[in-house]
């Protein structure tokens, strides 16, 4: 990467170290960059977003989680927007993918998903702990943690035929897995469970969000990309084509991924519905190793370079004329 020079003792490049790295290429002086603005608790679907008075001209805000959005309105950037009414540049840095699709204010919006791009560089630290080539032995798996609304659903209709590996809030049913000891630290509980995921061909993805209009691609896809599976995503409408565009393979020849554009009512079922055959295992794993390592490949050996440059490009486009 153009600033690994930025590398902590950890061999990580904080998010926040980066952009301020750029910033002060772009415009030194200028700015107010604003970290992590959203507070637990959340409620009523909306964080707590605190914020700072500004006296400066451009005020950059970093939004450290996703973003709430219920009919094409955020409410967190709703609330910055008022906030910053008398700031004549708002930048907002987001993790939700195309919320320019949903968001027509004033602000000036960035997508950099920074909790991947820390996560990443953990993974890629930690390689000779994790990477494995176990056989495959599971048809798949769904693992799901927090029992949200469509978790639920995936987990009750699976459970009724399920010869894959399946978990809710701490149930399980396999032996082979145990979350009495999993935390927060995303990357250890990759290495507690990789003899799951690398014995494991086909990953249903529970996305940590389904029915909002912009969603986010988080650790759970990129476990099954580093660990060679199949995805079958249960999450926000159109998250293959974002997929897609951060450079990932989604097997559109093999899996059925016309659900992808359904109503939020008949997504979940559809996803798995239509590919039966994948979950039975009426596919040659061998012949798609090779796309599967090219997946692998992309997100330890291009991803990063990827979200650096786009960030580069995205705060030039809008800061570079000052």
């Not at 195309?98 to 390689?127: D, M, T, W």
């Not at 909002?212 to 999450?235: T, Y």
Request: include cysteine; proline fraction near 3%; charge should be negative.
């Amino acid at each position: 990467m153009q600033y690994d020079r930025l590398k902590d003792e950890n061999n990580v490049i904080e998010f926040d170290v980066l952009v301020d790295e750029i910033l002060l290429d772009l415009i030194p002086n200028e700015y107010q960059y604003i970290s992590s603005v959203l507070y637990r608790p959340l409620e009523n679907n909306k964080w707590v977003v605190k914020l700072p008075k500004s006296s400066h001209d451009i005020v950059i805000v970093f939004t450290q989680d996703f973003v709430n959005v219920d009919n094409n309105i955020s409410p967190e950037l709703e609330y910055i927007d008022e906030f910053y009414n008398d700031v004549s540049t708002v930048v907002v840095i987001h993790w939700n993918h195309n919320l320019n699709r949903v968001y027509n204010g004033r602000l000036k919006l960035i997508e950099f998903p920074a909790h991947s791009f820390e996560f990443v560089q953990q993974l890629i630290n930690n390689y000779s702990r994790w990477n494995g080539n176990s056989t495959r032995v599971n048809p798949y798996m769904c693992l799901n943690g927090i029992p949200k609304a469509h978790r639920k659903l995936v987990y009750s209709y699976l459970r009724s035929s399920a010869n894959g590996i399946l978990t809710l809030d701490g149930i399980t049913n396999t032996e082979l897995l145990s979350y009495n000891q999993y935390d927060w630290d995303n990357v250890s509980n990759f290495i507690a469970l990789k003899d799951i995921y690398f014995s494991t061909p086909v990953n249903i993805i529970t996305e940590s969000l389904y029915n909002e209009s912009s969603g986010i691609i988080s650790e759970k896809s990129l476990m099954a990309f580093a660990s060679l599976q199949l995805p079958i995503f249960i999450a926000h409408n159109g998250i293959i084509q974002d997929v897609k565009n951060y450079g990932f393979d989604t097997f559109d020849d093999i899996l059925d991924n016309s659900y992808d554009t359904l109503p939020n009512d008949i997504r979940w079922q559809e996803a798995l519905d239509r590919n039966k055959h994948i979950l039975n295992g009426d596919y040659d794993y061998g012949n798609l190793l090779h796309r599967l390592q090219n997946n692998q490949h992309h997100l330890l050996d291009n991803y990063l370079n990827l979200l650096e440059d786009r960030l580069i490009t995205q705060l030039t486009a809008i800061l570079g004329k000052h």
